[in-house]
């Protein structure tokens, strides 16, 4: 999984047209995040934020025909080595309800649910994991 170079973000975000076709397309302008992609089959994101120690991980997505294969589980490492190298001590993000692949492999990786002090996105599963 490489970096993402300043020249790819529309790259990343012809990807996520294809991941989120109903969506409103993702923020990739954003300074304070950190994106990666895979080729043209996958990408993802990590922000941090005004909380000491703390990341998000953004929305990442896998086109259509490339899903199942674990390219998921490989962002949310990718994801988690990265913060672990800044220093970072706990990453959070969110699932939609309905969305079982990602709470499995969020689960897998080991994030636990948790109900945060301030709910940000609505009705959907928060969750973290300690990585310090």
Known sequence: MNL?????????????????PDDMPVNVLDSRTMWWRLGELAYCGIRTTS?????????SGVVPEARGQGLQRRMILTR??????????????????DNA???RNLMRCG????DPPEKWAGDVVYWTKQIS
């Open 101 to 103: 692949p990602s709470m």
């Open 111 to 114: 994030f636990e649910p948790y």
């Open 80 to 97: 988690l080595r990265w913060a672990r190298s800044e220093g970072l001590a706990e990453v959070c993000s969110y699932t939609v309800t």
């Open 4 to 20: 993402v170079r300043t020249t790819d973000l529309r790259l990343i975000l012809r990807i996520d047209a294809r991941t989120f």
């Open 51 to 59: 909380e000491p120690g703390l990341a998000f991980m953004v929305r």
